[in-house]
Each structure stands twice: as C-alpha cells, then as structure tokens.
C-alpha cells in the first residue's frame, strides 16, 4: 500500500472511514430498517446529499408499507433516494412511535 503525503504533512488513503447510523426509511411501498454509513464528521443529511440514485443500506430489514410484517432481510441494499418518502435516524424516535409501531 503506498501512503501519499501533502506539503503540510497530512496523508491520503483510498480507504473513506465512516460510522454506521441505524435508520428507518419509508419508501410509497415498504418501510426499511437498516445502517446508513456516514462519515465520522457529517449528518445523516449530508450522505443525502451526497447520493446520486441509490442510498446503500446494510444489514437492511424491508417491511411492508405499515411496518407490520417482514417482507425479507439481507446484508446490503441499494435503495432508490428518488423513492425515499422519509428517513430518521432510529436513535431519534421517540417511546409513542416505537410502541404504535410495535402494535
């Protein structure tokens, strides 16, 4: 692996470091519960923006559209970000829609 450096001493890598954030998303046919991977220093909203057609998803559940029943699972899907009605990260759901959704 051969490692770039700049004049100030920083170095380039190929390898993007990002962190998982567990989201779910509402697509006009299924709901999705999954991670979304976004870099250490931005938002959800910023890989958003960044997407051109598809949003990768991994470790992705897809629902139907109600949330009620499990359609599939699987390790990686690439949704189309023209179809995403809603996305929210699962961390800022609150207790009443959680438990609406588990009813």
């Known amino acids: 692996m051969v490692t770039q ?3 100030k001493g920083k170095f380039f890598t190929r390898v993007i470091t990002k962190r998982p ?6 697509t006009p046919t299924h709901r999705i519960c999954g991670q979304v991977h976004v ?3 931005e938002r959800l909203k910023d890989e958003l923006d960044q ?3 598809f949003l990768a998803v991994t470790e992705a559940t897809v629902y ?3 949330g009620s029943e499990v ?3 699987t390790h990686f899907l690439a949704v189309q970000a023209q179809q ?3 996305i929210t990260p699962l961390e800022e759901i ?4 959680a438990e609406s959704k588990s009813d």
């Open 84 to 86: 995403i009605v809603w």
């Open 71 to 73: 359609l599939l699972h």
């Open 51 to 53: 997407t051109s057609a």
């Open 39 to 41: 870099r250490p220093d």
């Open 5 to 7: 450096f700049d004049e």
């Open 94 to 97: 609150t207790e009443s829609l």
């Open 64 to 66: 139907d559209v109600t």
């Open 21 to 26: 954030v567990s989201v779910v998303i509402q």
